[in-house]
């Protein structure tokens, strides 16, 4: 199963979710059920612009199960999902 989820952080917590670019990977590499991931970071303009948008973040993932990604929904701590 892949997933791509959304993040949107206030801006009290942009530096945060900036450094979780670098440090989640330990994280990340070991959660059961995770395949493979990809962190990546979304532009200005509505995702197009030249500049950077600080305080949305994308997470694509591929699991090996649906129970595997509820899981770690429920464990997770990349703060506020996007709906």
Same mark, same amino acid.
């Given at each position: 199963?892949?997933?791509?989820?959304?993040?949107?952080?206030?801006?009290?917590?942009?530096?945060?979710?900036?450094?979780?670019?670098?440090?989640?990977?330990?994280?990340?590499?070991?959660?059961?059920?995770?395949?493979?991931?990809?962190?990546?970071?979304?532009? &200005?303009?509505?995702?197009?612009?030249?500049?950077?948008?600080?305080?949305?973040?994308?997470?694509?993932?591929?699991?090996?199960?649906?129970?595997?990604?509820?899981?770690?929904?429920?464990?997770? &701590?990349?703060?506020?999902?996007?709906?």
């Amino acid at each position: 199963m892949t997933t791509l989820t959304l993040y949107r952080y206030p801006k009290s917590q942009i530096f945060w979710a900036f450094t979780q670019m670098q440090l989640a990977h330990n994280k990340l590499a070991k959660t059961p059920g995770l395949k493979f991931y990809k962190l990546m970071g979304s532009g &200005s303009a509505g995702g197009v612009g030249l500049w950077p948008n600080w305080r949305v973040y994308a997470f694509l993932g591929i699991w090996d199960s649906i129970a595997d990604f509820k899981n770690f929904q429920l464990e997770q &701590s990349f703060a506020k999902e996007i709906s």
